[in-house]
């Protein structure tokens, strides 16, 4: 008989955080209806693993240095808007 290996052992951690940052992490929780430990921990694993593809790296590199850009029309855009 197999037994199945578990990859979603949590570890416990401590970290020393402001308490302005911690009473805004349970605000920001609450609005989203989680706890504040499952809060913290996907927002960190946002920021661990969600990296932009290639194309995606290429386009913010080319918007940093102001490459391939065209003016915007903001008229144009809210008379297509009001068409909708």
């Known amino acids: 008989m197999e037994t199945a290996v578990r990859t979603d052992i949590k570890k416990p951690t401590a970290f020393r955080l402001s308490t302005d940052l911690v009473n805004r992490l349970k605000v920001l929780a609450k609005k989203d209806n989680r706890s504040l ?6 927002v ?3 920021v661990a693993y969600d990296e932009p593809n290639e194309t995606t790296k290429a386009a913010i590199k080319e918007a940093k ?3 391939n850009l065209d003016d915007f029309d903001f008229e144009a855009f809210k008379k297509y808007v009001a068409s909708l």
């Open 37 to 42: 430990n499952n809060y913290v921990e996907n």
């Open 44 to 46: 960190l694993m946002a």
């Open 65 to 67: 240095e102001g490459k």
